[in-house]
């Protein structure tokens, strides 16, 4: 049985980055990689090991009997946007396979919204009746016409998107955003809002043409006022679940299947869990995140007032 353990966040500067994410540097940060692949765990008894190395040496008691074998299924990020990301499209399974090679996976994603300034907007999908061919069109031209073509939402904290691969997209400024994704960052970049090309910020337009779903249809979920664990994103790829607490305690167990990665979006908890010889305990704040192993057996999260937790795990 393995313990629950924390991971080493991953800071990545990024053009269009904040300083919400870390402490002040030379270059903003955009993401922090939170819980996936490379992560490293921080201390205990795993520490120094990357979350893919765990996955191959101990299995599914790791990530569960529910997940592909060899490598950690989730990758878990926290997006901080100080201007506009580029247009981009991620493909899927199928096309990964085709354009990035045998071993690499789609990236369907999902977004929750965990801080938005007044009028902030993302980008998912195209303006109802826009013609599939004219946005082939666009995309492998490089037009900047496309941007009358995108569909904006204007989020608030709470809301969550489910952007499946093939859905161009993108996220405006001023949103700190909980990203949830398959563990992979194969990225085809359509638009870049006048922003040069560099050879580490290129464009793909035949990529992205490939890949591209102009049908695909997008939707912005609003949040739940239930207490308790509660549905906010489910796909073939993983899940998304709020838990929610006014005070007290709900018991969660992976029960074998899946890994649980809890990350604290409101509040301040306290999660232990495991046998009677060998306990742990956690006290995570916001937006500090919990791996818990499929087979730790059932859990606890408790606290003191309100409190919201975000729970990814596979379907």
Known sequence: MLPAFTVTPDFRPRTWGGWRLAPPGDEPIGEAWIAGPGNVVAGGPLAGRTLDELASEHGAALIGNAAAPGRFPLLVKLLDTASWLSVQVHPDDATAHRLAGPGAVGKTEAWYVLEADTDAELVAGVRPGEDPAEIRSLIRQGDAALEDRLARHRVRPGDAVLVEAGTLHTIGPGLLIYELQQPSDITYRVYDWGRPATAGRKLHHAEAEASVDPAADVTVVHPSTATGPTAVVRCPHFSLDAVDLAGGSVRLDPAGRTVH???????????????????????????????VPADAGGYEIAAAGPARVLLACLP
């Open 261 to 291: 990665c809890l990350t604290v979006a409101e509040g301040r908890v306290t999660v232990t869990g495991g046998p009677t010889d060998g306990r742990w305990r956690f006290e995570r704040d916001r937006l500090e995140t919990l791996v």
